[in-house]
């Protein structure tokens, strides 16, 4: 089975989808995500795009984007990543809510996944980020408790 990887920038948009699909319960456009991501509507169009070539998607042009189970799957991984490193800033480096959370975005995507369950486990495998979003679980942290 061949693993599809997506790139930093699809990164960002599966977790904006994932927001405000998933724990908003908002349609996504086109219009929404070039807006909420300061791009073109046409950029926005051309990333869907490729995601839904990725199965991580559905995009019906104007009626928006909806994420499928491998989509959701991996804007979890995503979003764990994210807000685990965004409970460090905040809890180690005592940044408030926003400063956390902009640092976790310029790195979540690199940060390896062995790194990100080290501080889960460091943490004591906390279950919300500072803003008091889900933080997601993984069965290899789990399993090393």
Known sequence: MVKVTVTENEARYLKL???????????????????????????????????SRKNMLKYRPYHGVELTGKGIREARKLLRKHRILERLFFDFLKYDVRRSCAEASKIDYHASMDFINDICRAYGHPDQCPCQKTIFSDPLCEKRR
């Open 17 to 51: 989808i994932y927001r405000k699909q998933v724990e908003d319960g908002s349609l996504v456009g086109t219009t929404d995500l070039a807006k909420w991501l300061r791009v073109r509507p046409a950029t926005a169009t051309e990333v869907i795009q490729n995601l």
